[in-house]
């Protein structure tokens, strides 16, 4: 909760200064409209709810509105036109009692932060310190244990759009990977797609090693061949390794292969060219099938 309260006691600012003497009004508003909402129920009175109540009304719904109100609080929060003020409360929401509330509300959070374009909060941001107490934030949340692995792995992919967003490093997502919860890691191999850091392709590499879980691996071989061979450059032995044992299990599903399939058909170095060949006599008809297609697709 300390994480929070910077940020906490700014968005308590707002809505005192927001409510001033019109507490009772505004709590009547927020109720009406909530109740509207509750009574169409569809994503129209969800986009409405918000653009009429405002950060200011999420708030106070989430905090004092019934299990019904809150539910279609939580949720309609992400269609705030400006969002921010209301992120640290959807973060403390993640600890309700209540799962389904703390789903609706991660859900919210991951779809607000994922809109974000890397630079979206650069060094010009108005308050960059609101942007790194936010990542702390979140960064408690991703190692507790006491939490669902959903919602772990929902604040694993909102902490790490965040971290994008604001030029940070992805280290929530390095130490996702080393959950016992197996939604928790594929979640970090998720948000490590597409970088090219050093130590992101280590944490992957190393994952590849030690993942007992068949599609976990396999997309960590993939992110990992993406973020190197597709490049230009040398895939860990280890990641070389299982790539092949991959590629060489008729148990290995299509879907489950498919993502290394994709980056070996655009990787070219004289690592992969074995890789390569191995794809194209693949004892799942399907993997070979899917290769085919891949292949012919980059000849065209």
């Known amino acids: ?21 019109d507490a009772g009004a505004q709590r009547e508003l927020v109720a009406r409209a909530v109740s509207e ?10 986009v409405h709810l918000a653009e009429e109540i405002g950060a200011v009304g999420i708030d106070q719904c989430l905090g004092h509105a019934s299990r019904a109100g809150r539910l279609i609080c939580a949720q309609s929060a992400r269609y705030l036109e400006h969002p921010w003020p209301v992120l640290a409360v959807l973060a403390t929401v993640l600890r309700d009692h209540d799962r389904q509330v703390a789903s ?19 060094p010009e941001e108005p308050d960059p310190s609101a942007t790194e107490e936010l990542l702390q934030g979140l960064r408690g949340l991703a190692g507790d244990r006491d939490l669902s692995s959903d919602i772990v792995a929902q604040v694993v992919t909102a902490a790490s759009a965040l971290a994008r967003a604001a030029g940070a490093g992805r280290d929530v997502a390095r130490d996702s990977l080393a959950h ?9 191999v998720a948000a490590l797609a597409g970088s090219d850091e050093t130590e992101d392709v280590a944490a992957l590499a190393a994952l590849v090693e030690r993942e007992s879980d068949l599609l976990t691996r396999a997309l960590a071989v993939a992110e990992t061949c993406e973020a190197t061979a597709a490049r230009g450059r040398e ?23 498919g993502p290394l399939l994709a980056c070996l058909a655009r990787a070219s170095t004289p690592q992969v ?4 060949e191995q794809a ?6 399907g993997a070979r099938a899917a290769w085919a297609a891949l292949v012919s697709d980059g000849e065209r």
Not at 235 to 257: G, H, I, N, W, Y
Not at 273 to 276: D, G, I
């Open 1 to 21: 909760m300390e994480h929070w309260r910077p940020l906490l006691i700014a968005v308590a600012g707002l809505v005192a200064a927001t409510l001033g003497r």
């Open 37 to 46: 909402a509750r009574r169409l129920g569809n994503e129209d009175a969800l």
């Open 104 to 122: 609706r509300a991660a859900e919210s959070m991951v779809i607000i932060l994922s809109s974000l374009d890397p630079g979206d909060l650069g």
């Open 180 to 188: 016992p919860e197996v939604a928790v890691r594929r979640a970090g």
């Open 235 to 257: 895939m860990p032995e280890a990641v070389v390794e299982q790539a092949s044992v991959l590629l060489d299990d008729r148990r290995v599903r299509p879907s489950t292969v």
């Open 273 to 276: 060219r074995p890789l390569r």
């Open 280 to 285: 194209a006599r693949h004892p799942n008809a």
